[in-house]
């Protein structure tokens, strides 16, 4: 028993600092040669304080925005948004077709199997490092 939920528990891909909690990290092959790429994983807040994920560093990318996908009558798009609200206890979810990390003027193509590393930066709690598969979906739970 112990065994198996320790495997259960390496197989999350979770990271955890200060009682925040990211699980699911991946990240899409890239577009072209470069192009751009986007990221998602879930946080969990499990602190007693209400934070912001406020940016994201990635070291392979020339910036790493967080963006979230609008609909406006019907017209699919995305934007830029200054910072990710983080209510206690409650996850939040970057996945395809709503919040996400754009990733843009990459260093090189991310291919599938490869690992990117990125830093979470919050208002409050102290910088999360995180490792993300890259993808064309999202790793099983």
């Known amino acids: 028993m112990v065994v198996s939920l320790a495997l259960v528990f390496a197989a999350s891909a979770a990271w ?8 699911g990290a991946w990240a899409r092959p890239s577009l072209g040669q470069t192009g751009a790429s986007a990221l998602y994983f879930t946080i969990t ?15 392979d990318a020339a910036r790493a925005e967080l963006h979230e996908t609008t609909n406006t009558n019907g017209v699919v798009g995305m934007r830029s948004i200054a910072d990710m609200p983080l209510p206690r206890g409650a996850p939040v979810q970057f996945a ?3 919040n996400h990390v754009m990733l843009m003027g990459l260093a ?12 979470l930066h919050f208002r409050t709690h102290a910088p999360l490092t995180i490792d993300a598969i890259v993808s064309m979906t999202a790793p099983a739970k």
């Open 16 to 23: 955890a600092g200060d009682e925040l909690a990211v699980t």
């Open 45 to 59: 807040n499990g602190s007693s304080v209400v934070d912001d994920l406020s940016s994201v560093e990635v070291p």
């Open 96 to 98: 395809p077709g709503g």
């Open 108 to 119: 090189h193509p991310l291919k599938a199997g490869d690992h990117l590393t990125a830093t």
